[in-house]
């Protein structure tokens, strides 16, 4: 099976590097690693030259910075692979977990594989007691609508089978992302699993961007995709 990883980047000069480097020695018959840059204002669109010359790095660049749907939005057209999955540019989530990410979709019986931060006995860096609540309702919320019993919906780990990802069509272009697929993956008819995954959350001092408001976003998305985009 041919492995698609698709990075969205937005001013990741101290991470992307390592995080290429990580992805290319996971352990999978990596097919491509997609990186698109949202227009990033610090050094990262001179890191990414590293690659100009490796066929199995394609960059591509936003014009004006969009956010990390409207990133993923670019890059899932451009995938070649069979199975796409997605990849922050920071180092909270690690490759080397893509065998267990990928190993219900090997054996036939998955279709799409979401990484739970809050199953399973891995390491779990010890961050914000608030974001943990805040995931944890939101996820609810969008269980509610979905009915799927996920424990954990705006893990960034995702991963798809090329058939399925390319039956849904994002509109989001920030991290209401995250409900927005959950709810258009619940309505086809597909098989979804969770696996636990380790977590090496980052601090706001460490380059954390997501807030409050983008909770409120989720909100929003999770009553829009579930209820009026139906
Ligand atoms: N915050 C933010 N991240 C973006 C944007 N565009 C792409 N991304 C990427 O989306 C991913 C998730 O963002 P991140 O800041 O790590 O979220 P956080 O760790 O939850 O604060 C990272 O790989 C970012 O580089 C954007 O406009 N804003
Ligand atoms: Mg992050």
Redesign the pocket.
Known sequence: MKISVV??????ESTIRTIVDRVKNAGVSLHEVIIVN?CSADKTPEVLKEWDDDPMVKVFHHKV????GA?LRTGFKQVSGDIIIIQ???L?YDPKEYPLLLEPIESGDADVVFGSRFMGGRPHRVVYFWHMVGNRLLTLASNMMTNLNLTDMET?FKVFKGEILSQISIEED?FGFEPEVTAKVSRIDCRIYEVGISYYG?TYAE????GWRDGVRAIYAIVKYNIFKR
């Open positions: 990075i969205p980047c937005y001013n990741e949202d910075n969009q956010g990390k990133a922050d540019a920071d909270e960034c920030r980052r380059g954390k961007k997501i």
